[in-house]
C-alpha cells in the first residue's frame, strides 16, 4: 500500500457525479453523506471529483498511517493549503518552506504543554463562571449561538490576551467573515461577496493587532498568553508583523470554531442519552479532579460527530494503493466520520457508547490511528489537549450547576464555517440544580 507507482493501472472507481461539477454540490451540504454511500459501494479506496479537482478518499487506520507517515512526501501539505493564504499569509501548513513550516508548527505546539495549559485552564473557568452567573435561576438558551460567542470569549482571553479580550465584540464578527471567506475549491479570488467580506475582515484584524503587537515588543514576557509567545520568538519576530498576525489569526480560527463546534455536539449527544448523562452528573457530584466519564463522553461525541468532514493532503508524488494509481496533481482524502464507524474497529459503531473508550476496553487503541478527530502524525491538532480540556470546563461547570431538559432529536448539521456543527435553532432549557 502506497508505493510509487510502476505502471499505468487503473485509477480509483470514481463516485458518480455531475458534468464538471462531479459530487461537489452534494459535497458541499453533507461531507459524511457523500463518503458513507461511496464506502458502502465501492470499500476503502474510491475516487470523488469535486469541481475541477479529482481526489482519492482512504477509509480506514491501516490507510491513515500511510496518509501520516507521507506527509512532506509523497502528500504535500503546503499546495493544499493554498486556499488559507488570503485569511492568514504564508504561515503554519500554508508555509511553502519546509523548514519554516515545520518550525511554525512546533512552536505552536509548544505553547500548549506543561505549565502554560494549566494557566490557560484557569483562564477557561473564570470566562465559563461568569457566563454561568448571568443565566439566573432558569431559561432557555440557544446552542450554537451561546456556545460559539463564549468559545470566542474563552480563545480571546488565553490566546490573544486582554487587549483583544476587550474588544472581542468588535473581534469576533470579523473572525466569523473570515472563516465565511474559506474555499476549498473554486479560486480564491474570484469577485464573489464572500471574498470581499474576508478580505476587509482580514485587514480590519491586522489593524487591530498591529498596535498590540508593538507594545508588546516593549515589553517582552509580560504576559502569559499565545500572543506573548509569538511576540518573545526570535525568529518568528525576524519575519515581521505579517508572519506573526497571520499565526495568531490562524491559531485562533482554528481553536475557536472547532472547539466550538466538538463541545455543543457533545452536549447534544449528552442530552440525547440521558442515562449516562446521568451517570457523567453523579460524577461531578463526587467533586473529584478528574471526571472520565465526562473525557469519555467528549471522545465519543469526536468520534460519531467529528467536526472535520475530512482531512486533505495533495499528491506530490504518484503511487499506488491497493492495485489503483493516484495520480500526481489529485487531493489524497481521509473521512474521521466514516473511518470512526467502522465494526472491526468499535463494536456496534453507530449506537452510543462512551464507555468504549474506559481503560478496559479502549477501542480506539486496537489499531493506531483508528480515532482521528485531531488528525495524526506531525501536523495533529497542537491543541488537542486545549480544545478537551476547554470543552470538559465547558460542560463540567454547566451540569454541576443546572438540570438540563433532554433533547428530542438531533438538531440538523451546518457546514457554513468549513467545520460540521449543530445548526440552529436548537434550543438548551435549564433550571438550577
Known sequence: MGAPATGRRSTPPMVKGLPLLGSLIEWRRDHFAVFMRAYERYGPVFGIQLGPQKG????????????????DRTLSVPDLYKFVVPMFGDVMLAAQDFERRRRHVSLLQSAFQGGRLTHYTGVMAEEVETWLDGLGEHGEFDLWDTFEPLVMRIAASTLMGPEIRARVDEFRPLLVDLARGMEFILP?????????????????????LRPVLATRRRDPGGHTDFLQTLVDDGDLRAEGDEVQIGMALCTIFTGYITTAAQ??????QLLRNPGYLGTVVRELDEGVARVPRLDWA???????RPVMGHYARMTAIEY????????????????????????E???????????RFAPDRAEDKRR???????????????????GTAEVTTILGALLSRYELTPLDA?????????????GSPCAIRYRRR
Open 56 to 71: 482519492v478518499v482512504l477509509i480506514g487506520p491501516e490507510y491513515h498511517d500511510f496518509y501520516f507517515k507521507e506527509v
Open 188 to 208: 480564491p479570488n474570484l469577485p464573489l461577496p464572500k471574498f470581499f467580506r474576508r478580505d476587509r475582515a482580514r485587514r480590519l484584524l491586522t489593524e487591530m
Open 263 to 268: 463541545a455543543a455536539w457533545t452536549l447534544v
Open 298 to 304: 467528549f471522545k465519543e461525541s469526536l468520534r460519531l
Open 320 to 343: 499506488e494503493v491497493d492495485g489503483y494509481r493516484v495520480p500526481k496533481g489529485w487531493m489524497t482524502m481521509l473521512c474521521p466520520g466514516v473511518a470512526h464507524r467502522l465494526p
Open 345 to 355: 474497529i468499535f463494536d456496534e459503531p453507530d449506537r452510543y457508547d462512551p464507555e
Open 368 to 386: 493506531p490511528h483508528a480515532l482521528i478527530g485531531f488528525s495524526g502524525g506531525f501536523y495533529r491538532c497542537p491543541g488537542q489537549a486545549f
Open 410 to 422: 438531533d438538531p440538523p448539521s451546518d457546514f457554513d464555517l468549513g467545520v460540521t456543527r449543530p
